[in-house]
């Protein structure tokens, strides 16, 4: 089936720990994007990429870091100079301009 | 800046009843604006793409209007069910960036 996997769904981290969510799309989309979601929030983009080997910062995307090697393949990874990642981490892929899909978003917990 | 923003935060609705939903924006440059649905714990569900060019587009008993000038959008849910309680978000893309401005959404529940 196409679609957008996010992998782990849950997720621990412990106090200075680097972390890396998965997204993996097989939709042959040209752009993908990761956001942060808190309760009762809306969602708030941290990276995005239109093509392979580029990407652009989002809102908040200091504490974060991400890759674009491969066009199918969008990881990131929460750093320890991320002081408050606990939050859902939603993952998206869309052709530029057109209807944006998502995953199912990750969980992610400091322990 | 662009923002987006959706008012109420949360609405209650018996069955049966038609409601609308609104959304607005700062930048009257947006290239298209989606409407979705994201139920508790998930991702977010497409509902309705609409372009610069369009006015409005529907689905079944969704119908989603666009008014570039006023800054504007709205989702219209005919004959509201238990099954449509989620949060309704908006998101609008600008021109000169793909990147997508989301609103905090409204909370919808849909009273038996």
């Known amino acids: 089936d196409g679609g957008i996997t996010q992998s782990p769904k849950y997720l621990f981290r412990k106090e200075g720990q680097n972390v890396t969510l998965s997204c993996e799309q097989n939709?042959?989309?040209?752009?993908m994007y990761w956001y942060r979601q808190d309760p009762g929030q809306g969602l708030r983009l941290i990276y995005y990429?239109?093509?392979?080997?580029?990407?652009q910062k989002g809102d908040i995307a200091e504490g974060y870091s991400v890759s674009r090697e491969k066009k199918e393949s969008f990881p990131l990874t929460v750093t320890s100079a991320q002081k408050n990642p606990t939050a859902f981490y939603l993952c998206?892929?869309?052709?530029?301009?057109?209807?944006?899909?998502f995953g199912e978003g990750s969980w992610l917990t400091v322990v | 800046k662009q923002e987006v923003t959706q008012i109420p935060a949360a609405l209650s609705v018996p069955e049966g009843e038609n409601l609308v939903l609104n959304c607005s924006f700062t930048?009257?440059?947006?290239?298209?604006l989606q409407w979705f649905r994201q139920d508790p714990g998930k991702g977010l569900t497409s509902l309705l793409l609409i372009q610069s060019s369009q006015r409005e587009q529907t689905s079944g008993r969704l119908n989603a209007s666009l008014d570039k000038s006023s800054g504007r959008s709205t989702l219209y849910i005919a004959a509201s069910q238990p099954g449509d309680s989620a949060t309704y978000l908006c998101?609008?893309?600008?021109?000169?960036?793909?990147?997508?401005?989301f609103g905090t959404g409204t909370r919808l529940k849909v009273l038996a």
């Open positions: 930048d009257s440059a947006i290239y298209n």
């Open positions: 939709l042959n989309h040209d752009a």
């Open positions: 998206a892929s869309s052709h530029p301009g057109n209807t944006i899909y």
């Open positions: 998101a609008g893309a600008f021109s000169g960036t793909y990147k997508y401005i």
């Open positions: 990429s239109q093509i392979v080997n580029d990407f």
